[in-house]
């Protein structure tokens, strides 16, 4: 009798899991889709226009001063191409970054961005940091990177050189490609 109640149960219970696994199916599907769908609709999507990077002389301590303004050049007429493709976002960091004053290595606006800024007197410094961020950090969130150079800029005082180096795709913390163990590709041109 005992046993008989017990599959008795089990086949109430049945018509519940078939519904619990068709639900869980449902959602994988969901999951799977949106990780496919996602990133290609965002490649579907042309990037921002930007110009190539400036071509420069090799950077000597007597180039600095042309490379600085070409990549500064260069900056502006990205923040032209960024207003007119109509992200005014972009088009205000860029415009920011083309100000007097910032002092450029490199400077490429396509895609998320690389650049290298320079804080202090990289001709005649005695010490030199190179600042490299981690993740989620492109163009549209290099305020971060910038506080972070000029906080130690500060700290090691005029005699030092701080260069703020974008130089790489940082990875994202909130994408389903995060999730992979596998190398990324450069999203972009």
Not at 17 to 28: D, G, I, M
């Amino acid at each position: 009798m005992g046993m008989r109640l017990r599959v008795r149960a089990w086949v109430r219970l049945r018509p519940r899991l078939r519904l619990s696994a068709r639900v869980r199916r449902t959602l994988l599907a969901v999951v799977v889709a949106g990780a496919v769908v996602v990133p290609v609709s965002a490649a579907a999507h042309p990037s921002i226009p930007a110009p190539p990077p400036a071509a420069l002389a090799p950077l000597t301590p007597a180039t600095l001063p042309a490379a600085y303004a070409a990549n500064r050049a260069n900056a502006a007429t990205a923040a032209r191409m960024a207003a007119v493709h109509g992200n005014t976002g972009r088009a205000r960091t860029l415009r920011g970054m083309a100000s007097a004053g910032r002092r450029f290595l490199t400077f490429d606006a396509r895609g998320p961005g690389r650049t290298a800024e320079v804080f202090g007197d990289l001709a005649s410094a005695d010490r030199i940091a190179v600042l490299v961020p981690g993740s989620d950090t492109s163009l549209d969130a290099y305020g971060r990177l910038r506080a972070g150079a000029l906080a130690l800029h500060g700290k090691l005082g005029p005699r030092a050189a701080v260069i703020a180096w974008l130089g790489y795709e940082t990875p994202d913390t909130v994408s389903p490609a995060a999730l992979t163990t596998g190398p990324r590709g450069r999203r972009g041109p």
